[in-house]
């Protein structure tokens, strides 16, 4: 009857190791699940500063235009007044003040520009952070569970040896 007890135990053997392969499915639906929920992320943040960028040009780009129409209408004062552009003042500003205001309207462009794609880089960073932590922890929880199913199926194949052996044991000799 010893038989009997070791199929009994193969039974409750299978039922753990198809448990445990539930688990393995289910994290690596987790895995495939967070990897697109992250990769969404990354390309809203992507979307993100391409959208601020592209703002922070555009107000460059209409300000620029501005200062560069008004150098343009101080050159055409002074010719019509025929005098140097370098040295006229028209409504209250020089050649030079226009130059220095489109030099400091590029600094602040590149300023601003640093600024914002250092920002979403360090966001990007931070999701590719977490990205890598919840992979890394639930590939050391599958590994656990490939190590148990591992045991479960060494010990399924002992607990079969022993049946076939108890079973040959159990035969009822004729002589």
């Known amino acids: ?5 070791l199929a009994l135990r193969k039974t409750e053997l299978k039922r753990v190791h198809a448990s445990y392969q539930l688990e393995d499915l289910q994290i690596s639906r987790e895995k495939r699940k967070m990897a697109r929920q ?10 993100d500063k391409n959208s601020q960028t592209r703002e922070i040009q555009d107000s460059y780009t209409s300000n620029k235009q501005s200062i560069y129409d008004q150098m343009s209408e101080l050159r055409q004062a002074a ?42 880089e ?25 190590t148990l199913m591992e045991n ?10 022993a049946i076939s052996s108890e079973i040959q044991n159990s035969t009822i000799k004729l002589s």
């Open 38 to 47: 992250y990769h969404a992320e990354q390309i809203r943040v992507e979307n």
């Open 79 to 120: 010719k019509d007044a025929g005098e140097s552009s370098s040295d006229y003042e028209y409504n209250g500003q020089t050649l030079s003040d226009l130059q220095n205001q489109l030099d400091e309207l590029k600094e602040n462009y590149s300023n601003e520009t640093n600024e914002a794609t250092t920002y979403w």
């Open 122 to 146: 360090d966001e990007l960073a931070m999701i590719e952070e977490e990205s890598n932590d919840t992979e890394t922890t639930l590939d050391q929880q599958q590994v656990e569970i490939e």
């Open 1 to 5: 009857m010893g038989w009997v007890t």
């Open 152 to 161: 479960v199926s060494q010990e399924m194949q002992s607990v079969s040896e």
